[in-house]
């Protein structure tokens, strides 16, 4: 059952930590966790209805998209575990929210997280050449340093997966592709290569799950993270449409960009109007709304068998 939209947190007493374009990320004191938590840091990360296009958040929400992104991350997280740790840490939602806030609004998008220190590279696996790497790939025949065969044309499958990271942009500004030996500058060689072990594995196993399902996995990003121990840790969101660019199967056609189950729809209409794609965003016609909604409920349906409506 799709729960009432929600554009922003409001959760009196709990630290706020970050807002981002989609997530809010709250600190959540001893004193808010139930009695048998094991000692450590805990976040609350709150997945909102917010929607951004063109790194502007725009000011129309996407009904129920938060819970959409969080159930799906949750299902992969569950998914994965036989692969890398991840974030997760069980503790139920609605035992840490703030008294007098409607666990209804929360319990879905939310989850309790540990925290970890972020890896400072996107960690992002390429099965097809597609998006800022087939521009990469007409400019220069590579992508991230990566050599390619001559004559691939747009959307081409590649010959096998490969790691692709880039920068972690600030806010406002894009993320730039980087090779693996700036990679390894930034992270330390053994990091860079645990990241791109665990970014290939998930992305060949994520891969074939949505093939059996009639969903092609072109590309998608990760973000990692460490404990005080070392230990790696997937984070944030997982394999969602917002972080991947999944296909369906069945109108996927070599040479040019198929259609895929994210917010293209938003961003091919806002290419019609007069934007300069600046912040204020546009508003959005309820008929943009609906169909973006309906992009992504059918990602979850098809991949997790999840119905949210």
């Known amino acids: 059952m799709l729960r009432r939209s929600l554009s922003e947190s409001d959760l009196p007493g709990l630290p706020l930590r970050h807002r981002g374009k989609v997530r809010d990320v709250f600190d959540l004191p001893s004193a808010s966790l139930p009695a048998d938590t094991p000692p450590g840091d805990y976040l609350l990360i709150v997945a909102t209805?917010?929607?951004?296009?063109?790194?502007?958040?725009?000011?129309?929400?996407?009904?129920?998209?938060?819970?959409?992104l969080c159930q799906?991350?949750?299902?992969?997280?569950?998914?994965?575990?036989h692969i890398a740790r991840n974030h997760l840490t069980g503790i139920d939602v609605a035992s840490v929210l703030p008294d007098g806030v409607d666990p209804s609004l929360y319990v879905r998008r939310s989850v309790v997280a540990k925290r970890l220190k972020p890896v400072p590279i996107e960690c992002i696996a390429r099965g097809y050449v597609i998006g800022s790497g087939w521009k990469d790939y007409q400019r220069t025949g590579r992508i991230s340093g990566i050599e390619l065969p001559d004559g691939l044309r747009q959307a081409e499958k590649l010959a096998k997966p490969i790691f692709t990271p880039s920068t972690k942009a600030a806010a406002g500004e894009h993320d730039e592709n980087i090779d693996f030996d700036t990679a390894v500058r930034l992270c330390g060689a053994e990091l860079a290569e645990a990241v791109r072990d665990a970014t290939l594995r998930l992305y060949r196993f994520a891969a074939d799950f949505a093939a059996e399902r009639g969903i092609l996995l072109a590309d998608t990003k990760f973000e990692f993270g460490t404990d005080a121990?070392?230990?790696?840790?997937?984070?944030?969101?997982?394999?969602?449409?917002?972080?991947?660019?999944?296909?369906?199967?069945?109108e996927y056609q070599v040479g040019s960009s198929p259609p895929s189950y994210d917010k293209q729809i938003v961003r091919d209409y806002l290419e019609t109007l007069d934007w300069n794609k600046m912040t204020p965003g546009p508003e959005l016609p309820a008929e943009v709304i609906e169909r973006t909604r309906a992009r992504y409920a059918d990602a979850l349906q098809k991949l997790a068998g999840i119905s949210i409506d």
Do not use: C, Q
């Open 49 to 68: 209805d917010r929607l951004s296009a063109f790194d502007v958040v725009l000011p129309d929400p996407i009904p129920g998209k938060g819970e959409m």
């Open 72 to 81: 799906i991350s949750n299902f992969w997280f569950e998914k994965t575990e």
């Open 229 to 250: 121990d070392g230990h790696l840790y997937v984070m944030d969101e997982m394999l969602t449409p917002d972080s991947s660019r999944y296909w369906p199967a069945d």
